[in-house]
Nanobody, 125 residues
Framework: QVKLVESGGGSVQAGGSLRLSCAAY????????MGWFRQAPGKEREGVAI???????RYADSVKGRFTISQDNAKNTLYLQMNSLKPEDTAMYYC???????????????????RGQGTQVTVSS
């Protein structure tokens, strides 16, 4: 079992950048993949980015070219670098982890069993 704790959210103007972090505690050895999803008020949860245990990444079309997911295995920390932020990126961002390889083939990060408490990102125009 893994515990996830996000940090790094905040308020920025459009065009700005933020880096989210997600520290993982517990049994991280056999995690198959980790990722980020977000939820804006009144909207459904949206998978944003995913990184497999081999380092391969996938992104939602809405963030491709602007967001970068990465991980530091030595620190058991997942990151999401967000550049060129837009007002429509405003949401609560969550990191999540899965021990099931078959869950890692899509961007449905929001369906993973393990998730953090979330961190708010607000982008003003």
């Amino acid at each position: 079992q893994v515990k996830l704790v996000e940090s790094g959210g905040g308020s920025v103007q459009a065009g700005g950048s933020l880096r989210l972090s997600c520290a993982a505690y517990g049994y991280t050895y056999s995690v198959s993949c980790m990722g980020w999803f977000r939820q804006a008020p009144g909207k459904e949860r949206e998978g944003v980015a995913i990184i497999d245990s081999d380092g391969s990444t996938r992104y939602a079309d809405s963030v491709k070219g602007r967001f970068t997911i990465s991980q530091d295995n030595a620190k058991n920390t997942l990151y999401l670098q967000m550049n060129s932020l837009k007002p429509e990126d405003t949401a609560m961002y969550y990191c999540a982890a899965s021990y099931r390889p078959y869950e890692c083939v899509t961007l449905a990060v929001q369906s993973f069993d393990y998730r953090g408490q979330g961190t708010q990102v607000t982008v003003s125009s």
